[in-house]
Structure formats: structure tokens, C-alpha cells
């Protein structure tokens, strides 16, 4: 991740992704041990906290899949809801795919993006765009399946261990509340260049009132529409080419 | 184990499984010459979603506990500080959202903050 700071130039392997997963290891351990709670409080096992983890692997929407199934939605439309709710991934692969040069092996790339949630996207993101060349799939092979390993591990626990959360200090059970944020502004402030601002602006601004006013899931598919069209607006009406693209004026 | 879970984890499992995947498997397949890879324009939209993306999630993980309980403000206004200051003195992602939460937790639990 970020921290790196070797100036090698060499891809990075596998362990190295491992290790660079830590950030979104210490997230989502406390995050899915809350979903186990909650699958246990919905009336559903430790084991099947943990096969839910281990099969979707949906992050919040699993939260979702447990009240809904327990307040007896069919299994239909839970399914349908949660799969509307990580339409966003769509999304993903082609942003990556814009910022990767190499041609994929579509096998390992089959195993990695099964875990393309959106931390280990993020993460992604950020090394292919500041250290493009440490990028490789063995890499997010690590740092993926070190990411899915510790959300099922974490279910798993929250399940077992449903009753012992109270024991907790009562800081260290609202610093958990934190986590997520404090991932994402880390990832933000990783990724943030100057010539980011007026899309992270309006991205911000936009998800805001579509949280505030829709819902919470498609706000983060709006925030990034809206982000898309501030690039392009930026690009094509402002006349702010980022240096990337600016020698290309011309459509190829 | 229940039938209902298990049937929900796979069609899930399949669907997220497919969204994920398929865009790679896709534009592999149908992109026979790295050299073109499309409109300008697809670019420029492709580089904005990585960005868009997290700030939407970062928008989407702080908005709505702080709605539901507005006397966590001042927490998360000093968690995000204190992750800010340490990540721009440090450049390490680990310690500094570690540290920030349990900052922010120690001020949500013992500081007094009336909205």
C-alpha cells in the first residue's frame, strides 16, 4: 500500500500484497466480527456468518442479507437487493484496466478480482497510480485473498463470540464505529493529487445530498457518476486536461 | 445449516463473483491491440472512477451515523484530524486510521459534547 516507500522498481509479489492488506485487515476484523454479532442477533449461526462471508463476501450488504432474511423477505428478493446494491463493482475492473499495461492471466485475475471489494479496489487504484510499476497480479492475489481471509475469519468470531463485545472498554467499542471512515480518508488522502480536486469536490458534494436524500447505496453509485461527468466536464469545458491526457486531444 | 442461507450466499456469491470478474474477462477478450483502448474521452471517465469511488465511499462510511447521532461530530472532526496530521507526518496508512480511532472513540466516550 501507500506506506511503502521503496523506490524499487520491481513488481511486487504475493507476500508483499500480504503485508500491504494490513490496513484493510485491521478494518474489516472488527467490521465482520460486527456482522457475525448481528447474524447471531438475527437468529442465524456462527457458521453460516461464516459461509455468507466466505460464498458473497459483500461487506455491508451482508448486514443487509441477515435483516432481511430475518425479518422473512424471501430469498429472492434479498438476493436481487443485495446484487443491486454491488452493481457498482461493474465499475471497477474497467477503471483498473484503464491503469493496467500488462495483459491479464485471466485465471489469476479470476481469483483476485472475486475479492475486488471496494478497499482492495482502492488499494489497487492507488498503487497503479502512484508506483504503477510494483503493480502485479501476484500482488493483489496477495493482498486480496489476505483481505477475504480475515472478513470470514472475523465473521466467523463476531459469531462465536457474540456475547463478549460488551466486556470491551466502552472508547474501543466506539473507536470501531471509526474504522471505516478513517480507512477511506486514509485511502483518500493516498490517492488525492492536486489535480484531483475538483472531481473529489463534486463527488463529495454529490454523494452527500444522495445519501442524505436516496439511500445509502446509491449514493456511491451516483457519487461516482457524478464524479465521471465532473472529469469529463473538466477536460471538455473547463479546458483542465490533466497531464495525462493532455498530448491527446484527438480522439484515438 | 439453513437452505435459505445457502441458496442466498450462491446466487449472491455468483452475481458479485460476475460483476467483478466479468468487466476484466470482457475487455480482454474483445481488446485484441493493447494500443487501442478507446475514446479519449472513456479514458478520462475511466481515471475518474478510482477517485470518485473512494470519496464517495468515505461520504457514504461518515454521513449517516453522524445524522443519526449528531454528538459524534466533534469525535469524528478530531479523528480525522488526527489521521490527516499523521498520515501527512508519517506516510503510513496503518497507524495513522488506528490511531485516529481510537482517538476517536476515547473523545466520543469521555468528552463531553452537547449538540
Redesign the interface.
Known sequence: ???H?TLSTQPAGFWQGAKDS??II??YLPVSFAFGVSATQFG??A??AL??S?????GA?QFL?VAL?GSGTS?WM??LT??AL??????????????I?D??N?KK??IW??G?T?EV??SG?IKL?QRRQQWSESWMLGLSLFSWMSWALGSLLGGLFADQVSKLP???????????????????????EKK?TF??SV??VV??IA??FID?SA??F???L???F???FK??VLKQP?D??AG????? | ??L??????????I???A???????V??KFQQD?Q??????L???????????????????????L?ETPNKSF??LV??IV??GL??K?????P???T???T???I???VPFFF
Open positions: 500500500m501507500s506506506e516507500k494490513q490496513a485491521f478494518t442465524f449461526s457458521w453460516e459461509f455468507l466466505c460464498t458473497m463476501y459483500a450488504s442479507v432474511l430469498i434479498t438476493a443485495v446484487i454491488d452493481i457498482r463493482h461493474l465499475l471497477y475492473g474497467p477503471a483498473l484496466t484503464n491503469l499495461q495483459r491479464l485471466l485475475t479470476a478480482a472475486w475486488l471496494d479496489f482502492a487504484m497510480s466502552q472508547f474501543l467499542q466506539a473507536a470501531l464505529d471509526f474504522l471505516l471512515p478513517a480507512l477511506f480518508l486514509s485511502f483518500l488522502l493516498a490517492a488525492f484531483h472531481v473529489v463527488t463529495l454523494s452527500a445519501c442524505y445509502l449514493a456511491i451516483i457519487g461516482i457524478s464524479g465521471i465532473a472529469g469529463l477536460h471538455y490533466d495525462a491526457y491527446g486531444s484527438h480522439e484515438s | 445449516m439453513n435459505e442461507i445457502i441458496l442466498v450466499g450462491i446466487v449472491v456469491g452475481a458479485n463473483f460483476s467483478r470478474f466479468g468487466p476484466f474477462f475487455i480482454q493493447s487501442k483502448r478507446g475514446a479519449l474521452w479514458k478520462i471517465a475511466l481515471g475518474s472512477i478510482g477517485i470518485a469511488a473512494i470519496s464517495s465511499m468515505l461520504v457514504v462510511a461518515t454521513l449517516p451515523p445524522l469525535a469524528v479523528g480525522f489521521l490527516t498520515y501527512f508519517y506516510k503510513k496508512i496503518v495513522a486510521t488506528l485516529a480511532a481510537v476517536y472513540g476515547l466520543y466516550t469521555y
